[in-house]
């Protein structure tokens, strides 16, 4: 188990560390949405690609869904 050991002064809030997390989620599923349409594969390979694709929108949304559910923080 790590030691606690805080970066901010600050409390911080999952509406605002969620944020950056979905944006880097968001830039991978648009490069595996460009590897199935614009990458050679065999058609097996494309498949994996799309589940590969289609995983990363569906962390995602989950990942607003748990933002949109914190709500914004009020400080």
Same mark, same amino acid.
């Given at each position: 188990?790590? %030691?606690?050991?805080? @970066?901010?002064? @600050?409390? *911080?809030? %999952? ?10 989620? *968001? ?5 595996? @949405? !460009?590897? +199935? !349409?614009? +990458?050679?594969? #065999?058609?097996? @390979? ?6 590969? !694709? ?15 559910? #914190?709500? *914004?923080?009020?400080?």
């Amino acid at each position: 188990m790590r %030691p606690e050991y805080f @970066d901010h002064v @600050d409390q *911080q809030y %999952p509406y605002a560390l969620i944020g950056p997390l979905r944006e880097q989620l *968001q830039v991978l599923e648009e490069r595996a @949405d !460009h590897y +199935v !349409h614009h +990458v050679r594969m #065999s058609d097996g @390979d494309r498949k994996t690609m799309e589940q590969v !694709h289609q995983l990363l929108a569906d962390t995602r949304a989950q990942l607003e869904k748990l933002r949109d559910e #914190s709500g *914004q923080p009020t400080e």
